[in-house]
């Protein structure tokens, strides 16, 4: 049985019936109850109890874990998020160790790289951006995964059986909401970039993510970007980057609307190529650069 935590999620109720649909037993593990909840549930846990969360894990051989408070919170001035995230990571990693799982996947975030919440945003001197990219966060939730990443690699290292994946999923839509995030005023101007560069991935598409996460023949600590190939706008890359990233270098030619994020390590290790784009959803004709603009 795999345990799926924040299964009331967006990201979670995807992912749960993704692992249902491929013949998967799922146990869904929620701090309220999900009413509607297509498998058996354990709720009322709170992942920053140990004892509570081991407990939740009963039964249990492999775990997704996706509960996280998403977003700082006010201002930034409070500890409570990266309290709570980096200390669910903790529990998570260190009992999948110490329960004899084999595999580990956990929702990070392309916040880890610094630039979404941004107090202020890093350089980047390379692009595209890729899991090679030098993170440095200054908020309170990038902060908290970009330490959970880390934390993976001593884990891996005290439980050698075990293997930790990270998905750095961007901004993840539901099909009903393209339409607002991509009305046309904003998709002509710079608005999609602020944050999360313009990136983003299917709700589909990302639980499809963790389920081939799970069943890759992976070992030790694996990080993978998870966003589209295409950008969420019609400004082109190579103009955005320019303006965003002045001093950076392009290690390969970027296409015309190709992310400014790789997801080519996901494609090659996981086999994931996205198969929903919002170009697709709103009937925008995908232009010729974007039909393999990261292969392998």
Same mark, same amino acid.
């Given at each position: 049985m795999i345990g799926v935590t924040g299964a009331r999620g967006l990201v979670g109720q995807y992912v749960v019936r993704e692992l249902l649909q491929?013949?998967?037993?799922?146990?869904?593990?929620?701090?309220t109850p999900w009413e509607d909840c297509p498998c058996q549930q354990r709720?009322?846990?709170?992942?920053?109890? =140990?004892?509570?969360?081991?407990?939740?894990?009963?039964?249990?051989?492999?775990?997704i874990h996706l509960a996280n408070l998403p977003t700082p919170i006010g201002q930034d001035?409070?500890?409570?998020?990266?309290?709570?995230?980096?200390?669910?990571d903790y529990h998570a990693?260190?009992?999948?160790?110490?329960?004899?799982?084999?595999?580990?996947?956990?929702?990070?975030?392309?916040?880890?790289?610094? =630039?979404? =919440?941004?107090?202020h945003r890093p350089e980047v001197l390379t692009l595209p951006i890729d899991e090679?990219?030098?993170?440095?966060?200054?908020?309170?939730?990038?902060?908290?995964?970009?330490?959970?990443?880390?934390?993976?690699?001593?884990?891996v290292?005290?439980?050698?059986?075990?293997?930790?994946?990270?998905?750095?999923?961007?901004?993840?839509?539901?099909?009903?909401?393209?339409a607002q995030r991509c009305s046309p005023?904003?998709?002509?101007?710079?608005?999609?970039?602020?944050?999360?560069?313009?990136?983003?991935?299917?709700?589909?598409?990302?639980?499809?993510?963790?389920?081939?996460?799970?069943?890759?023949?992976?070992?030790?600590?694996?990080? =993978?970007?998870?966003?589209n190939p295409d950008s969420m706008s019609l400004v082109p890359s190579p103009e955005a980057a320019r303006r965003l990233f002045p001093a950076a270098r392009f290690s390969q030619s970027l296409g015309r609307f190709q992310a400014l994020e790789s997801s080519r390590k996901a494609r090659r290790l996981l086999g994931w190529v996205p198969e929903h784009s919002w170009r697709e959803v709103l009937g925008v004709p995908s232009p010729e650069d974007l039909l393999h603009p990261d292969a392998p």
């Open positions: 491929h013949g998967y037993d799922v146990l869904a593990i929620t701090r709720s009322g846990v709170q992942l920053t109890d =140990f004892s509570a969360f081991a407990r939740a894990l009963d039964g249990c051989e492999g775990l001035d409070t500890p409570e998020v990266f309290d709570n995230n980096l200390c669910a990693m260190l009992l999948s160790g110490l329960m004899g799982f084999s595999k580990l996947v956990y929702a990070s975030s392309t916040c880890a790289l610094g =630039f979404s =919440f941004a107090h090679n990219t030098p993170a440095s966060p200054d908020n309170s939730y990038g902060l908290a995964k970009l330490l959970s990443e880390r934390a993976a690699q001593g884990m290292q005290r439980f050698p059986s075990l293997c930790i994946v990270g998905l750095r999923i961007s901004y993840v839509a539901e099909p009903e909401a393209y005023d904003r998709l002509r101007s710079m608005a999609n970039f602020d944050g999360n560069l313009a990136s983003y991935v299917d709700a589909r598409d990302c639980a499809r993510a963790f389920r081939l996460a799970l069943e890759a023949p992976l070992h030790g600590a694996e990080l =993978f970007y998870i966003c």
